[in-house]
């Protein structure tokens, strides 16, 4: 099962609003509803940030939204904050009953 | 506090075993599927075993099939990791983590995780 496509870095400013693209295909992100999002500071553990695309645990921020169209998920975080800066992983189920990861997208708050 | 610890991590020679604990708290821990995911330095995070909430299913990632054996003893609230053949692309920070709902739709608690280091 090959991994998830992120891009390798993305940045923004204060305020400002980011996506985080995640591909797969139509055995993964495109056949189920079932794509997560995690941020990871440096030397911590993942946080999970959405789940099943589109859902939000109650102790996350409301500035975090996903969604999907096709074989493409996306991580949107709006009003930028410098505490925000970190990794962030997608995650699918596959047709295989298996779970794959992105490879991972570096966030830089300008 | 909902909890998971890790232990068992170390360093072994490769070939060798290592069994990984996660003593899981304040959660009804035979209600939840547990995992297990890894990240090798500075690489991204992997996913490597599931089990459902009773142990009677099990999943695994292509890369541990057959040398990683995944179980859970309900009583004691502990999800374990037993790991046979060990290689040295084995060597990552191995973290447990809780399924917030089914098996795979998210993980809302993990661990601080342990570091398994293969080397001879």
């Known amino acids: 099962q090959s991994a998830l496509t992120q891009p390798a870095s993305v940045s923004g400013s204060p305020g400002q609003s980011i996506t985080i693209s995640c591909t797969g295909t139509?055995?993964?992100?495109?056949?189920?509803?079932?794509v997560s999002w995690y941020q990871q500071h440096p030397g911590k553990a993942p946080k999970l940030m959405i789940y099943?695309?589109?859902k939000r645990p109650s102790e996350v921020s409301n500035r975090f939204s996903g969604s999907k169209s096709g074989n493409t998920a996306s991580l949107t975080i709006s009003g930028l904050q410098a505490e925000d800066e970190a990794d962030y992983y997608c995650?699918?189920?596959?047709?295989?009953?298996?779970?794959?990861f992105g490879g991972g997208t570096k966030l830089t708050v300008l | 506090e909902v909890q998971l610890v890790e232990s068992g991590g170390g360093l072994v020679q490769p070939g060798g075993s290592l069994r990984l604990s996660c003593a899981a708290s304040?959660?009804?821990?035979?209600?939840?599927?547990m995992s297990w995911v890894r990240q090798a330095p500075g690489r991204g995070l992997e996913w490597v075993s599931t089990?459902?909430?009773?142990?009677?299913?099990?999943y695994y990632a292509d890369s541990v099939k057959g040398r990683f054996t995944i179980s859970r003893d309900n009583s004691k609230n502990t999800l374990n990791l037993q790991m046979n053949s060990l290689r040295a692309e084995d060597t990552a920070v191995y973290y447990c983590?809780?399924?917030?709902?089914?098996?795979?739709?998210?993980?809302?608690?993990w661990g601080q995780g342990t570091t398994v280091t293969v080397s001879s």
């Open positions: 304040e959660f009804i821990f035979s209600n939840y599927a």
């Open positions: 089990i459902s909430g009773s142990g009677g299913s099990t």
């Open positions: 139509s055995s993964d992100v495109g056949g189920y509803n079932y």
């Open positions: 983590a809780k399924s917030i709902i089914g098996y795979f739709r998210g993980f809302d608690i």
């Open positions: 995650s699918s189920y596959t047709s295989s009953t298996t779970l794959v």
């Open positions: 099943d695309v589109t």
